[in-house]
């Protein structure tokens, strides 16, 4: 199995601050990595596809970069909103697999 | 408006089995594969299973196969996650997940039902 490495587990950043997140796959896994995003109690929604593609009606302040086992998200400008945990996931193999995720707190 | 709702949860003792449910609509059902992912208390995610729009292909985490079966009813727009010899490791939010362009892009997610084994 491909393992998806997040980092960091957790962060706290102040509203307008950049924050990135970086995740590493264990193998090349191309351009196909997707960026989660869920809020409490709530399901996962995604935000990037295939590594940088913002998927439709997310702010343009969330994108995403990398290829082969490198890869980064990043939120330009943090918001309030945007509290949560962010995951990776790798769909290039079965079974796909997913990072730990990344906890977003605002300071 | 694109929807997937699951149901079906409940609590069921270890080595038992459950049937979970989840009926889609706004969509072309047959177009695309849906994915079973899941969440225990507290955790990440984990993806279990996918099924193609057709039903004829199917995948699996190792963590369930041989005791998850994935189908689909393409008459009545609704996708099933047959589970047997159920244990406690199993205990988690189990959501529907459409795939995109590609079955590994879940676009469109349900709000998950609660599946609690008891040992």
């Known amino acids: 199995d491909i393992q998806m490495t997040q980092s960091p587990s957790s962060l706290s950043a102040y509203v307008g601050d950049r924050v990135t997140i970086t995740c590493q796959a264990s193998?090349?896994?191309?351009?196909?990595l997707n960026w989660y995003q869920q809020k409490p109690g709530k399901a996962p929604k995604v935000l990037i596809y295939?590594?940088?593609n913002l998927e439709t009606g997310v702010p343009s302040r969330f994108s995403g970069s990398g290829s082969g086992t490198d890869f980064t998200f990043t939120i330009s400008r943090l918001q309030p909103e945007d509290i949560g945990t962010y995951y990776c996931?790798?769909?290039?193999?079965?079974?796909?697999?997913f990072g730990q995720g990344t906890k977003l707190e605002i300071k | 408006e694109v929807q997937v709702l699951e149901s079906g949860g409940g609590l069921v003792q270890a080595g038992g089995s459950l049937r979970l449910s989840c009926a889609a609509s706004?969509?072309?059902?047959?177009?695309?594969?849906i994915n079973w992912v899941r969440q225990a208390p507290g955790k990440g995610l984990e993806w279990v299973s996918v099924?193609?729009?057709?039903?004829?292909?199917?995948n699996y985490a190792d963590s369930v196969k041989g005791r998850f079966t994935i189908s689909r009813d393409n008459s009545k727009n609704t996708l099933y996650l047959q589970m047997n010899s159920l244990r406690a490791e199993d205990t988690a939010v189990y959501y529907c997940?459409?795939?995109?362009?590609?079955?590994?892009?879940?676009?469109?997610w349900g709000q998950g039902t609660l599946v609690t084994v008891s040992s």
């Open positions: 997940a459409k795939g995109s362009y590609s079955s590994g892009i879940f676009d469109s």
């Open positions: 706004g969509f072309t059902f047959t177009s695309y594969a």
């Open positions: 099924i193609s729009g057709s039903g004829g292909s199917t």
């Open positions: 193998q090349d896994i191309r351009k196909y």
């Open positions: 295939d590594a940088s």
């Open positions: 996931q790798q769909y290039d193999n079965f079974p796909y697999t």
